[in-house]
């Protein structure tokens, strides 16, 4: 199978839509909507079952956000033509790693820096309730005309994903959503990139693309086969290059630790779609903080 469709932009089927209503995340475009570098501010509402113990989004999700909104903004820089993420960067405030900080509810503003004829830079800060600094993340976007054009909006921009969907899918853990699977060994991680883990064009979404690979690194630190949380470990962070897009599946993750200083363990992982002769489709390095010393592979 090939995957090559045109654009579904959620009308009535989860391409396209499924990781907003996992992660809802209303944006609105500040100013009136005719600034060639646009600004834009999202608000997500943490849901209990997406979130760790002490209501932390894991990193690779929290990814998941930027790329969201900042593919967005720097799309509205564009029009009408449209973006595809390139590279992806995040990294965590050293005091939002553990503790109150950078829990619950998180406010995304992001502003569009550079605006070239072939790319786009943004930057993101994220923010928690108490307004102190969560993260802050860069994604360089490839400018490119779509398929079928660019999402339809209207500016400035009032991005509404709030609406309550019945569908149990959105109610799922982030290891029930995601379906990850273990691989043979700790650090192998597959996905199938189920509908909707699917952009519009039918591509699997960046942010899913983010949680796997975040999976994978801390599977291959805490020396756990089976993907899930690990209250004892963190991506701190991690920088992502999308290198093709994943289509078919299964998408399979490797990760390596390539060093160690202290509680930080450097992470080098891929993804690669085995469904297409084993294309590579992303490249990143993470790194792990190690909470508990107990927890550390050996």
């Known amino acids: 199978m090939t995957d090559r469709p045109t654009p579904s932009f959620g009308e009535g089927n989860a391409r396209g839509i499924g990781m907003a209503h996992y992660l809802p995340m209303p944006i609105t475009e500040l100013g009136d909507g005719t600034t060639p570098l646009p600004t834009t501010r999202g608000a997500f509402a943490a849901p209990a079952h997406v979130v760790d113990a002490e209501g932390r989004l894991e990193t690779g999700m929290l990814a998941s956000l930027t790329d969201s909104i900042g593919g967005m903004t720097s799309g509205l820089a564009c029009l009408p033509d449209w973006i595809v993420t390139t590279n992806l960067s995040l990294r965590r405030a050293p005091d939002a ?59 400035p921009v009032k991005l509404n994903h709030l609406e309550f969907d019945a569908d149990p899918l959105y109610r799922l853990s982030p290891t029930e959503f995601f379906a990850l699977e273990a691989g043979p060994r700790p650090g192998v991680v597959r996905l199938h990139p189920a509908v909707h883990l699917r952009n519009p064009w039918g591509i699997l979404h960046g942010g899913a693309v983010a949680h ?18 690990t209250p004892g470990a963190i991506v701190s962070d991690l920088t992502i290059h999308y290198l093709n897009p994943g289509r078919e599946g299964p998408i ?21 779609d085995t469904g297409a002769d084993d294309r590579l489709m992303n490249v990143a390095v993470m790194t792990v903080r190690v909470l508990d010393a107990e927890v550390r592979s050996a």
């Open 97 to 155: 790693l553990r503790g109150p900080v950078g829990t619950g509810d998180l406010t995304i503003d992001t502003r569009v820096m550079r605006r070239g004829r072939s790319s786009v830079v943004t930057r993101s800060t994220v923010r928690d309730l108490a307004s102190q600094e969560v993260a802050t993340s860069w994604i360089t976007c490839a400018v490119l005309t779509p398929a079928g054009g660019p999402p339809p909006f209207t500016r």
């Open 212 to 229: 796997l690979l975040d999976s994978a690194a801390r599977a291959v630190v805490v020396g756990e086969r089976v993907p899930g949380p």
């Open 252 to 272: 399979v993750a490797e990760a390596e630790i390539i060093g160690i200083r202290g509680a930080d363990v450097m992470v080098r992982a891929t993804a690669r």
